[in-house]
């Protein structure tokens, strides 16, 4: 296998409420609600994943981390983290000027991830 890509991605959730507005707030989306029974998602717009929750979703920040793109402007969307309930873990930091910018957070359910930006 040569170019893996991400073909979907799942962030576990407790509070789906509490976890929509985080999101919807940091990244100034609407997330469409999906209920599945079991699972009730919120989906992100136009991206391969969801927010979800259901018995077997735990939210942890000790997993796999996530890496989200969100376009040149990282220093907005980190600004808005604590504000939406969040903890800002690394604040935005060069890679190197190859790979750009990246910072870390909590999300407000306790899952570690990142985001980079091109600068």
């Not at 903890?87 to 060069?94: C, D, G, N, R, S």
Request: some cysteine.
């Amino acid at each position: 296998m040569n170019n893996l890509a991400v073909h979907w991605f799942e962030i576990s959730v407790y509070n789906f409420d509490r976890a929509k507005a985080f999101y919807e707030t940091i990244f100034d989306i609407k997330l469409s609600i999906i209920d599945l029974g079991a699972v009730t998602m919120a989906m992100f717009p136009g991206g391969p994943g969801a927010l979800c929750h259901g018995e077997w979703y735990k939210p942890s920040p000790d997993g796999v981390v996530l890496h989200l793109s969100v376009g040149d402007d990282l220093g907005a969307v980190l600004d808005r983290v604590e504000r939406a309930g969040g903890q800002v873990l690394q604040a935005k930091k060069q890679i190197s000027p190859e790979l750009g910018f990246m910072g870390l957070l909590l999300d407000s359910e306790g899952n570690r991830l990142a985001l980079r930006s091109p600068k």
